[in-house]
C-alpha cells in the first residue's frame, strides 16, 4: 500500500532562520494528491497546503513546497520561521481512485521555534 | 467552510465500560473517519464509511466498533474501554476526489 515517511521527529529552529520538513512518499499509483496538514496545541489538524502537480510551488501562509514526482518527495520550507510556527505537521498524500479510504498520514514533525 | 463537531470533548471511563463517542457533520460529504492520535503513531485510522449504514475497518480496527446511521453523523463505539485506548480520537469528513480531509476539534479519551 502507500507510506508517507517523515524523517525528522523533531526539528527545532530559532526564529528568523529558514525549516524544512522532509516528506517522502511511496505509491503504485500516478494520480495522487499531496497535502501538508499543521495542528497547533490542543487543536485538531488543518490543511496548509495541497498539490497534485509535478514540479509546481504551492504556497501558502509563507510556506512553500513542491511536488516532484522523481524523488518521491514533498518537502515543506519556510524561509523565515515565526514563534507561531511552533505545531506538528504532517504530511500526507490521497491515492487516486480510491477516496474512500482517506489520506495516508506519515508519523508527523514537531516543530519548535525558539527566540 | 466546512464543519465538524464532536461530542464530548473530553470524557473519562473505566476500564470495561462501553464507551460512545460522536461526530456530526454540515458539509455533505459522503466520507467520514475516525482517527486516534498517539504521541509517536501519528494519526492512525480506525474506521471510515462511505456510505450511510455501511462502515470499514481501517487500520486499527480492533476494539472499536462503528456506526454510520445517517450521511451527517458516524459513531465510534468501545464494548469494552481498555487502558490502551487513551487517546485523542479525531473524526474527519471529506468529499469524493483529490481533496483534503476537514477534521473535527477532537475527543480527549481517558480509560482509568
Known amino acids: 500500500g502507500d507510506s508517507v515517511t517523515q524523517t525528522e521527529g523533531l526539528v527545532t529552529v530559532t526564529e528568523g532562520l529558514p525549516v524544512m520538513l522532509n516528506c517522502t512518499y511511496q505509491?503504485?499509483?500516478?494520480?495522487?494528491?499531496f497535502f501538508w496538514y499543521v495542528q497547533y496545541l490542543n487543536e485538531a489538524p488543518k490543511l496548509l497546503l495541497r498539490s497534485s502537480t509535478d514540479n509546481k510551488r504551492t504556497e501558502h501562509q509563507g510556506f512553500h513546497a513542491t511536488l516532484h514526482k522523481s524523488s518521491s518527495s514533498f518537502h515543506l520550507q519556510k524561509s523565515s520561521v515565526q514563534l507561531s510556527d511552533s505545531a506538528l505537521y504532517y504530511c500526507?498524500?490521497?491515492?487516486?481512485?480510491?477516496?474512500?479510504?482517506?489520506?495516508?498520514f506519515g508519523l508527523g514533525t514537531r516543530v519548535s521555534v525558539f527566540p | 467552510e466546512a464543519a465538524v463537531t464532536q461530542s464530548p470533548r473530553s470524557k473519562v471511563a473505566v476500564t470495561g465500560g462501553k464507551v460512545t463517542l460522536s461526530c456530526h457533520q454540515t458539509n455533505n460529504h459522503d466520507y467520514m473517519y475516525w482517527y486516534r492520535q498517539d504521541t509517536g503513531h501519528g494519526l492512525r485510522l480506525i474506521h471510515y464509511?462511505?456510505?450511510?449504514?455501511?462502515?470499514e475497518k481501517g487500520d486499527i480496527p480492533d476494539g472499536y466498533k462503528a456506526s454510520r446511521p445517517s450521511q451527517e453523523n458516524f459513531s465510534l463505539i468501545l464494548e469494552l474501554a481498555s487502558l490502551s485506548q487513551t487517546a485523542v480520537y479525531f473524526c474527519?469528513?471529506?468529499?469524493?476526489?483529490?481533496?483534503?480531509?476537514?477534521f473535527g476539534p477532537g475527543t480527549r479519551l481517558t480509560v482509568l
Open positions: 474527519a469528513s471529506r468529499t469524493g476526489g483529490p481533496y483534503e480531509q476537514y
Open positions: 464509511s462511505y456510505v450511510a449504514d455501511s462502515t
Open positions: 500526507a498524500l490521497s491515492e487516486g481512485g480510491n477516496y474512500a479510504q482517506g489520506l495516508t
Open positions: 505509491t503504485a499509483y500516478s494520480d495522487v494528491a
